[in-house]
């Protein structure tokens, strides 16, 4: 190295108005750079006076950061980023890589602060969903009428695909705007409903503004546990929706997360987990492969498809699964060594909820509950329902639950 600063990596923010729009000091950083690395959009962007070595990132990206960055060393780097390297950008891969202490980073303003500038939005009440490297169903769990979202696109299809998705699920009556090239000179925006979106493929660089609005004849989906039966598609295999809100009080996710879901059914508590927050991750494992392609299905709806379904019985097919730190049984109770194999699996101070309708796991809970103590509650919800002329009670078959905190030290 030859002092501190070329110690550091510069990753410096640029947007579509190029050289024009950065600021003196990120100007500094790409005079001064002996490297420049970027995208082949971007490195177009710079003038002749900027005389470093340009290098075009490889595809995919990130396996290439260490080397690329190894091969440069004891030179000046700067890195190019799209708007605010910080947000959905390549700073973040870069902290990963090469640790924060190790870079210095300029932001430009984001596609997202450029667009509620020009929508009138408050950046705060406004939801901003990535389809980059994601996909579009994950855009369903933010649908909310009256509320207002903003896309980070993949490309020119995107606005096409998101009022496709708007339609499918009762959201056609959607205002969309497409911002195209957002501070450059070829900005552009493009105004349509979902319901008859009239434009053709536009610039690949845009984001999508959408005003919520749902048909009347829309579910409604909350935001707490306990979502409508009729959200999901199942075949009965169900935790039906007191219970499913129960169950998730008492596994009781936190950002970023990991949930096993043992015995998927329909995937419904998987979900649920993952829509509490979008940082929570899960994996839900079902034997019946009809019904795992079913809560794939489910996932997707409830805009959720990063949600891992492994199809086997447990509890073999746990064998390899990253640590929990939740686990919910809702099915495969008596599977020889599967409570076991959870409670092992299980990270200390993580929770253990298991669901039961039968006296035979009723009595296994009831052993588990002696040995580890928990909580050990019976659920029994009864449904008014007519009788003759009357209304009388449907009782629901009662569900036990046990819930336990394992302990630091536990043993299985
Ligand atoms: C009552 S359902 C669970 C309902 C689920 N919580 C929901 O809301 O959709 C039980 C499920 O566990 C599955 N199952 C039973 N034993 C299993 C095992 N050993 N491994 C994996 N899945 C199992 C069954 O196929 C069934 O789909």
Not at 170 to 186: C, F, P, T
Not at 358 to 385: C, F, K, M, Q
């Amino acid at each position: 190295m030859d002092d501190d600063a070329s110690a550091l990596v510069a990753v410096v923010g640029i947007g579509a108005d190029g050289w024009d729009g950065l600021t003196s000091a990120s100007r500094e950083a790409l005079t001064g750079a002996a490297v420049v690395v970027g995208g082949p959009r971007q490195l177009e962007l710079l003038p002749p006076e900027v005389t470093a070595e340009r290098v075009a990132w490889p595809s995919p990206l990130r396996p290439a950061v260490p080397g690329l960055i190894a091969a440069h060393a004891g030179r000046r780097i700067a890195v190019l980023a799209s708007g605010d390297p910080m947000f959905h950008g390549i700073g973040r891969t870069l902290t990963e890589v090469l640790g924060a202490d190790r870079l210095r980073v300029l932001p430009h303003p984001s596609s997202v602060s450029y667009a509620c500038a020009r929508l009138g939005w408050a950046v705060e009440d406004t939801d901003v969903v990535s389809l980059v490297g994601r996909p579009l169903p994950a855009l369903a769990g933010a649908l909310h009428d009256g509320r207002r979202v903003l896309v980070l696109s993949r490309d020119a299809d995107t606005p096409a695909a998101v009022a496709g998705l708007l339609r499918e699920q009762g959201y056609g009556a959607s205002r969309l705007r497409v911002l195209e090239q957002l501070g450059s000179a070829r900005e552009r925006i493009v105004d349509g409903t979902a319901g008859d979106w009239p434009h053709p493929p536009g610039d690949p660089l845009n984001v999508v503004a959408v005003e919520c609005a749902a048909e009347p004849a829309t579910p409604r989906l909350g935001l707490v546990p306990g979502l409508p039966d009729t959200a999901y598609e199942h075949d009965g295999q169900l935790t039906k929706r007191h219970v499913r809100a129960a169950t998730l009080a008492a596994l009781a996710p936190a950002p970023g997360e990991l949930l096993w879901d043992v015995g998927g059914g329909s995937g419904s508590i998987a979900v649920e987990w993952m829509r509490a927050h979008r940082a929570c991750r899960a994996v839900t494992v079902e034997r019946d492969p009809v019904r795992a392609e079913r809560i794939t299905r489910n996932a997707a709806s409830l805009g959720v498809p990063a949600l891992r379904v492994v199809t086997g019985a447990a509890p073999a097919a746990l064998d390899g699964l990253p640590v929990p730190d939740a686990v919910f049984v809702g099915g495969g109770l008596t599977a020889p060594g599967l409570l076991e194999a959870c409670w092992a699996a299980l990270r200390p101070g993580g929770r253990l909820v298991a669901n039961t309708v039968t006296l035979e796991s009723e009595a296994l809970l009831a052993r588990w509950y002696a040995r580890h103590g928990g909580e050990l509650v019976r659920l029994a919800v009864a449904h008014a329902a007519p009788v003759g002329g009357f209304t009388g009670w449907r009782q629901a078959m009662p569900v036990t639950q046990w819930s336990a905190v394992k302990p630091a030290g536990a043993q299985p």
